[in-house]
Nanobody, 118 residues
Framework: VQLVESGGGLVRPGGSLRLSCTAS????????MDWYRQASGKQRELVAT???????TYGEFVKGRFTISIDRAKNTVYLQMNSLRPEDTAVYSC?????????????WGQGTQVTVSS
């Protein structure tokens, strides 16, 4: 199984980006998926989670600006980021917990850079 992110880039403060993470491979069901981020010189932090049943949680710093969603038909999770700030600059990585024949397995994507700058 592979997780592949896309959608990062350079955006001005106040702008928006939508990140995508697609899981591919054989025989799995998505149990939960998360977005993490890590800024240069800082620890990785959880941005958002979408769990089985569609329940979502967000890091406190999100404050209503980001929305995580999932398209299970496409095995893709999205992170819509609005009102971006320079402090949102980081590498954003997708993390998935996948059910493979009743065994939960974790996978990480390679990360995508988000830079918020004027």
């Amino acid at each position: 199984v592979q997780l592949v992110e896309s959608g990062g880039g350079l955006v001005r403060p106040g702008g928006s980006l939508r990140l995508s993470c697609t899981a591919s491979g054989n025989r799995f069901n998505i149990f939960s998926m998360d977005w993490y981020r890590q800024a240069s010189g800082k620890q990785r932090e959880l941005v958002a989670t979408i769990a089985d049943g569609g329940r979502t949680t967000y890091g406190e710093f999100v404050k209503g600006r980001f929305t995580i969603s999932i398209d299970r038909a496409k095995n893709t999770v999205y992170l819509q980021m609005n009102s971006l700030r320079p402090e949102d600059t980081a590498v954003y990585s997708c993390h998935g917990v996948l059910d493979q024949s009743s065994i939960l397995c974790e996978y990480w994507g390679q990360g995508t850079q988000v830079t918020v700058s004027s």
